[in-house]
């Protein structure tokens, strides 16, 4: 009976294990450039392939990837569209506030482990337009108020293969906008990634995919977060 015990108690125990996120060590930084194919994203990534709501979303399954230096985080995000919902006159300069209105791709990443509710939240658009917010997940609209006026120093570059029906996206963030300690192997931060994709006229307005889902239509839902660790060179 003990033995039972113990099993199923390591069983639960691995089931509430948060899942990872691999960032691998880069030798050097780089001008963002979106392409999967360079030498420098050549490295494996995770899968946005269910609703945030945890159903499969297998036609616009897409895929994040990560790298660091000792400086700055990057990440490439790419999937698949049927058609895309643009704002028209794009800001690639100023950060376009409530740019979520739009296609975009999100990141709400967070280092402090003592208050989770306190993270940055990343978005970047097909047209690399751009947003980062200072977010405090107790408040009753996140991301609503003056969340905005917060400059992390992050860039971005996108593009869209019309040909082929795939966009891709590109951030670069500060590790010291977001990480007090030194980057080093092993550091982990709490992470989710999300995409707003608007699908053809008839079917619903807007798919909100998610890496990891938290079960409601809503994504500053930190305890569902995963974890972003920092790994050595793929």
Not at 27 to 39: C, I, K, L, V, Y
Not at 82 to 97: I, N, S, W, Y
Request: hydrophobic share 35%; glycine share 6%; charged share 25%.
């Amino acid at each position: 009976m003990k033995k039972c015990l113990l099993f199923c108690s390591l069983i639960a125990c691995c089931a509430q294990s948060p899942a990872v996120f691999p960032s691998y060590r880069a030798a050097q930084d780089h001008e963002p450039d979106p392409s999967p194919g360079s030498s420098f994203w050549r490295a494996k990534g995770v899968a946005l392939d269910k609703s945030i709501l945890g159903q499969p979303e297998p036609a616009l399954a897409s895929e994040a990837r990560s790298r660091w230096t000792d400086k700055n985080l990057y990440f490439l995000f790419f999937g698949p569209y049927q058609v895309l919902h643009l704002k028209p006159d794009p800001d690639t300069v100023h950060e376009t506030f409530k740019l979520w209105f739009f296609d975009d791709f999100e990141l709400y990443l967070g280092a402090n482990f003592d208050n989770i509710n306190l993270y940055g939240e990343f978005q970047i658009s097909p047209q690399s337009e751009f947003l980062d917010q200072a977010i405090d997940a107790t408040k009753s609209k996140p991301g609503w108020g003056d969340e905005h006026l917060w400059d992390s120093g992050m860039q971005v570059k996108s593009r869209i293969d019309r040909v082929r029906k795939i966009w891709y996206g590109e951030m670069r963030i500060p590790i010291a906008a977001i990480d007090k300690r030194k980057p080093a192997e092993g550091n982990e931060m709490r992470v989710n990634v999300y995409r707003l994709q608007t699908v053809p006229e008839g079917e619903p307005k807007i798919h909100f995919l998610a890496w990891q889902p938290t079960g409601e239509w809503n994504p500053h839902r930190p305890a569902k977060f995963g974890r972003l660790k920092l790994v050595g060179a793929p």
